[in-house]
């Protein structure tokens, strides 16, 4: 692995912070784009802090449960990956929009992971 490159894997489950600390929710996927052999980022999807609506979002994916009308859909928040500070990857937080972080999309940056 290249060093600034960072395993999704790794950061499944973490909790997503704003600029000043306040936790918005848990990275729970990413949507990607084929790109050559890699792929690339374009959003992550952030799910609910709490785990009463991430049990029930669990049930609904059960047929038999689904069927008899449990559960709730997941409610996942599409946010750009360029929104997202990874300089710490065990403590994701969304980037400040000052427009001195970088992280605008427009930089060469780009969102291996």
């Known amino acids: 692995m290249d060093p600034g490159e960072i395993r999704f894997e790794d950061l499944i489950g973490k909790t997503v912070r704003n600029p000043y600390g306040r936790a918005i929710g848990r990275l729970e996927e990413a949507r990607v784009e084929p790109e050559g052999e890699d792929y690339l980022v374009t959003e992550f999807l952030i799910g609910p802090l709490e785990l009463w609506p991430r049990i029930l979002a669990f049930i609904r994916e059960v047929p038999t449960l689904r069927a008899l009308g449990l559960g709730h859909q997941r409610r996942l928040r599409p946010v750009p990956w360029h929104w997202i ?29």
């Open 85 to 113: 500070d990874l300089s710490d990857p065990e403590r994701p937080r969304l980037a400040g929009n000052d427009g001195k972080d970088g992280k605008d999309g427009k930089d060469g940056k780009d969102g291996k992971v």
